[in-house]
């Protein structure tokens, strides 16, 4: 057991940690005020290959591990803490990963190179109007006819739905097939005609846009469907699988970022007479905040292990260790996450609620994973308790 980095880890950390500091940083509170990713933070991310960086390099990725790449979403959720650029990141690896893996030839050399170099979108097009963890009842509709396959229906709550209109680029796009024989997973580019783009105000991490998007017959070519007609649902599921270990990771990275500005804080601001960090009040909690975020750090990093040994390997696209590890992470770290800058700003009394300081927009932009991106947190309960008690046990079965 070795928990050391490699060469080529510790030079990606190091390396994606001076992006962070030197260009990301100056830029936050700009991102967290914009309405959509600023085209020089994607371009910047494709020019040093973080982008979509599980992509083979014959697509223009860097063919990097999940363990790679989970720690490049620590240090985007420490740069960024609104958590936008971090959603683009985890976006375009994780989904990016999906095409490349069951995409078609022609759909891998069109779509994943322009993602890979910042000039495309590419994100998940999932949750419906009427919920979003529940992929298997998905109501959006597909069908073949002819050569290509028609789409009719809504999508809610997506992200980068301008990204995709403007830049171009489009969505992976869970379908129900209209005979009712499975499900497809296609994608869809953004401008194709009948699909109409809205747009929705988050109270967090507006530097990414979230919108709807409305299929009135649109059409794709059969190139763009994933994998095999009707056999959709499991490679979503894998898609989300491993995108969800990087919403962990981006979590860590954003509640070890508040934990630094507090541990700062607490050392100069007087209270009677003293630091404030010489109250043991503090002193517990900031001993508690870190033992949490090491050991979720370190769950996180399991799980991209594993995430490595049976997804990125091609031994299996579900594996219930991984989806046991992967919904832990995803359940603990955004709360874990939220709680630190909390207390962070508690620690800073009425200056933490002030812009000034920052954490509230990391404040805003966790709580995105609490209320549900990437999977609600009763849902990431549910498939614990699935692979802990046996599919039997499900309340919905």
């Given at each position: ?231 959709g649902l499991p490679m979503s599921l894998e898609g989300f699988t491993v995108a969800r270990t990087f919403v ?100 800073h009394g009425a200056s933490g609620y002030t812009k000034d300081v920052g954490l509230e927009m990391g404040l ?34």
């Amino acid at each position: 057991m070795d928990f050391g980095f490699s060469d080529e880890e510790a030079s990606i950390q190091a390396s994606v940690r001076r992006f962070g500091n030197e260009f990301l940083r100056p830029r936050e509170r700009m991102i967290d005020e914009g309405d959509q990713i600023p085209r020089d933070v994607a371009s910047e991310m494709g020019r040093i290959g973080i982008l979509a960086m599980p992509v083979p390099e014959a697509y223009g990725g860097m063919g990097a591990s999940a363990a790679q790449t989970e720690l490049v979403a620590e240090e985007i959720g420490r740069a960024d803490t609104s958590m936008a650029t971090a959603v683009f990141f985890l976006l375009e690896a994780g989904w990016g990963y999906l095409l490349s893996k069951y995409g078609t030839e022609a759909a891998r050399k069109e779509v994943l190179p322009p993602v890979t170099r910042g000039e495309h979108f590419l994100g998940i097009a999932s949750t419906e109007p009427g919920g979003g963890s529940d992929i298997a009842g998905e109501q959006t509709l597909s069908w073949r006819d002819g050569d290509d396959f028609v789409l009719q229906g809504e999508k809610a709550f997506i992200s980068g739905v301008i990204e995709a209109r403007d830049w171009g680029g489009g969505h992976l796009t869970i379908t129900r097939q209209r005979d009712g024989k499975g499900m497809n997973l296609l994608y869809v580019p953004t401008r194709t005609q009948g699909v109409t783009v809205g747009r929705f105000k988050n109270m967090g991490r507006m530097g990414i846009s979230t919108g709807s998007l409305t299929y009135d017959e649109a059409r794709v070519p059969a190139r763009y469907l994933i994998g095999t007609e009707g056999r959709g649902l499991p490679m979503s599921l894998e898609g989300f699988t491993v995108a969800r270990t990087f919403v962990a990771a981006a979590c860590v990275g954003a509640a070890e970022r508040a934990l630094e500005i507090g541990k700062e804080y607490v050392k100069v601001r007087q209270v009677f007479g003293k630091p404030l960090g010489k109250y043991e009040g503090i002193q517990f909690e900031l001993a508690d905040l870190h033992a949490e975020i090491e050991a979720v750090k370190w769950q996180c990093r399991k799980a991209a292990w594993l995430v490595d040994q049976r997804l990125f390997s091609g031994k299996s696209s579900h594996d219930s260790e991984v989806d046991l590890a992967v919904a832990a992470v995803k359940l603990m770290a955004p709360e874990l996450a939220f709680d630190t800058f909390k207390k962070v700003m508690m620690w800073h009394g009425a200056s933490g609620y002030t812009k000034d300081v920052g954490l509230e927009m990391g404040l805003r932009g966790v709580t995105s994973y609490l209320v549900g991106a990437e999977g609600g947190l009763n849902v990431m309960r549910l498939i614990m308790a699935r692979e802990l008690l046996g599919k039997e046990f499900l309340p919905y079965r």
